[in-house]
């Protein structure tokens, strides 16, 4: 009698420690999963480079699609008080040539209007690079200057692109000289990468 009932205390020990193991299991599997505030800011920063990085790209260097034309540049010679082309009477251009490319400009004049405009001129392999994807819409048959110095005969010389359909960039010509086929068109450089750390609330590259 005493080895039967010291087998029943056992398995009534067993029967209630077996339920408290199997509950202690569930809750062991059913509890929430932390995350550390670490694995969660990468997370975030991940997301917010998914959106960041295609707007970087397209705020690379951008070249304008088409080259400046007379009333744009008449703008800048109004608001800056700069030299009009020599061709121009009385400082303004002819009637209905608006959307015309400026012409009679040098070089000098091209880079004081980029820089007006919060640009600068692209340099030869941004302009044929652009060109070859035929994404330069052109409006007249120009060269257009450009940021690249070739030296020739011991002088400083400007590479120009153009003209018509072509992406041509042999052409030189001096920064000071000026005719009635030499225009321009401006491109806007790429944002630097730090302008992304007030969104990301770091640096990202110094």
């Avoid at 670490?38 to 699609?65: E, K, M």
Wanted: net charge positive.
């Amino acid at each position: 009698m005493a080895g039967r009932s010291e087998r029943t205390r056992v398995y009534s020990l067993r029967a209630s420690i077996e339920p408290q193991v199997e509950r202690s299991h569930i809750m062991k599997f059913s509890e929430p999963v932390v995350k550390s505030p670490r694995s969660v800011d990468r997370r975030r920063q991940g997301h917010l480079w998914a959106v960041l990085l295609p707007l970087y790209v397209l705020t690379t260097a951008a070249l304008d699609p088409g080259e400046v034309t007379n009333l744009e540049y008449f703008q800048f010679v109004l608001a800056a008080r700069h030299p009009a082309p020599e061709h121009w009477l009385n400082g303004r251009y002819a009637a209905g040539r608006d959307n015309d490319p400026v012409a009679l400009v040098s070089w000098h004049d091209a880079v004081a209007y980029c820089r007006w405009v919060g640009k600068r001129l692209p340099t030869v392999d941004e302009w044929m690079s652009t060109c070859k994807t035929g994404k330069l819409k052109k409006r007249g048959d120009i060269w257009e200057w450009t940021a690249t110095e070739v030296e020739s005969g011991g002088q400083p010389f400007m590479a120009l692109c153009g003209p018509g359909n072509s992406c041509d960039c042999s052409h030189r010509y001096h920064p000071d000289w000026k005719n009635e086929v030499k225009g321009f068109r401006c491109v806007r450089d790429a944002l630097p990468l730090t302008w992304f750390r007030l969104l990301s609330g770091q640096e990202i590259c110094s």
